[in-house]
T-cell receptor
Framework: DAKTTQPNSMESNEEEPVHLPCNHS???????IHWYRQLPSQGPEYVIH???SNVNNRMASLAIAEDRKSSTLILHRATLRDAAVYYC????????????FGKGTKLSVKP | GAVVSQHPSWVICKSGTSVKIECRSL??????MFWYRQFPKQSLMLMAT?????????EQGVEKDKFLINHASLTLSTLTVTSAHPEDSSFYIC???????????FGQGTRLTVV
């Protein structure tokens, strides 16, 4: 499974946008980019995923670089409930790949 | 989104006893289920992957005789920690993947404390 690199931690102010970066320079053509987040003492929660094009859903947006070697998760208006560890994971395009978690980015949101 | 339910949410057991954790996909069929372990302030570590009706595939360093995984149906997988010891105390998380799907849906986790 290809690896990802994320900053250990980031801070944001409430109501402001947050851009969480992820580098995946060894990504292969069939790897999907997945984002999950984990609140304390809970299982991970799906946020968004994409392959090549930028993606939007009710939780966030995913901006994928043209060469696919990096991506950015965008929370448009951070709330206190968005404070969590965010994981960027690569998953083989079919249904065979495992989800291998890296260390993730711990996002703190200040009121 | 799809729902995965784990039971129990937390359990305390005596050293040397066995503990079973259930993982159910409530509104979808999970062809593949994954079991993870997470120690405090660390990331999730994949323990094993199981496909319905097949033997589980364990990650390197995970003892298959100690962590018994059963995936007898498309909606239920169980993890049994046999002869538990204090070092097995951890947060255990399961996830299920739909047939032909990408990614997975996670349970809420089970906090195991062995005393």
């Amino acid at each position: 499974d290809a690896k990802t690199t994320q900053p250990n931690s980031m801070e944001s102010n409430e109501e402001e946008p947050v851009h969480l970066p992820c580098n995946h320079s060894t990504i292969s053509g069939t790897d999907y980019i997945h984002w999950y987040r984990q609140l304390p003492s809970q299982g991970p929660e799906y946020v968004i995923h994409g392959l090549t094009s930028n993606v939007n859903n009710r939780m966030a947006s995913l901006a994928i670089a043209e060469d696919r070697k990096s991506s950015t998760l965008i929370l448009h208006r951070a709330t206190l409930r968005d404070a969590a560890v965010y994981y960027c994971i690569l998953n083989y395009g079919g249904s065979q790949g495992n989800l291998i978690f890296g260390k993730g980015t711990k996002l703190s949101v200040k009121p | 989104g799809a729902v995965v339910s784990q039971h129990p949410s937390w359990v305390i057991c005596k050293s040397g006893t066995s503990v079973k954790i259930e993982c159910r996909s409530l509104d979808f069929q999970a062809t593949t289920m994954f079991w993870y372990r997470q120690f405090p302030k660390q990331s999730l570590m994949l323990m094993a992957t199981s496909n319905e009706g097949s033997k589980a595939t364990y990650e390197q360093g995970v003892e298959k005789d100690k962590f018994l995984i059963n995936h007898a149906s498309l909606t239920l997988s169980t993890l049994t920690v046999t002869s538990a010891h204090p070092e097995d105390s951890s947060f255990y998380i399961c996830s299920g993947r739909k047939t032909g799907g990408r990614g997975a849906f996670f349970g809420q986790g089970t906090r195991l404390t062995v005393v």
